[in-house]
């Protein structure tokens, strides 16, 4: 169990942590396309270069599309390719904003996701529809997105921008992310990290303190 005494600042993931995603809906929906191998191409562990460029805002929206129109068909239209790429995409329960709403009296909270231009202004989107009353915005002090800021977990890189950016001290802050190679890149970087497993939600872990 953490120890709370020892934290003052917490960082976390979206997708996985906060916002619930299921990858199987999109492989099954590239697959539908005519994508037989979606998933050696893009999984929550490992991804081709094309991804991951994708997430760092280096690729746009459309050489992206034209990526998934090469493995596939030249015929798809952009909505089609969207469709599927945001089907992972399943929402964030307001529990999930309540909890936030409480922990961020007791610390300052960051988020910091591994994203990319199609599924960001979706998961926005969805936010805006399925709770209205929530934002990500007022949930945390910054919210900082790959695709904008050109740099993805689990690269120290990303890690030392937001610990530099907001004078944070490593040894006292923790993140928390769903994917393990994440975990071990914070840990590098002298982070305290926690693996949120299946067997885990944001609300168990901080029972004792909310």
Not at 22 to 51: E, H, I, P, W
Not at 64 to 90: G, V, Y
Not at 129 to 136: F, G, I, N, R, Y
Request: aromatic letters at 12%.
């Amino acid at each position: 169990m953490l120890d709370f005494s020892s934290i003052n600042t917490i960082i976390f993931d979206l997708g996985g942590v906060l916002f619930d995603i299921d990858y199987r809906k999109t492989s099954d929906a590239f697959m539908k396309l005519g994508m037989k191998d979606f998933d050696a191409a893009y999984s929550q562990a490992a991804q081709s270069q094309v991804f991951d460029e994708f997430e760092k805002g280096n690729v746009n929206n459309e050489i992206f599309r034209n990526f998934i129109r090469e493995n596939i068909s030249s015929q798809l239209k952009d909505e089609e390719i969207d469709a599927a790429w945001n089907a992972m995409l399943i929402g964030m329960e307001p529990i999930k904003f309540s909890t936030l709403e409480i922990l961020k009296t007791k610390f300052p909270l960051y988020l910091l996701s591994n994203t990319n231009g199609i599924h960001l202004p979706k998961v926005f989107e969805m936010i805006a529809t399925q709770t209205p009353e929530h934002s990500l915005e007022n949930s945390f002090n910054h919210c900082y997105f790959s695709n904008q800021i050109h740099l993805r977990k689990p690269d120290a890189e990303i890690f030392e921008f937001v610990i530099q950016q907001n004078n944070l001290q490593p040894s006292k802050t923790l993140f928390i992310d769903d994917s393990i190679q994440h975990v071990e890149g914070a840990k590098k970087v002298g982070l305290q990290a926690f693996h949120l497993t299946k067997d885990w939600t944001i609300e168990k872990l901080f029972a004792q303190i909310l």
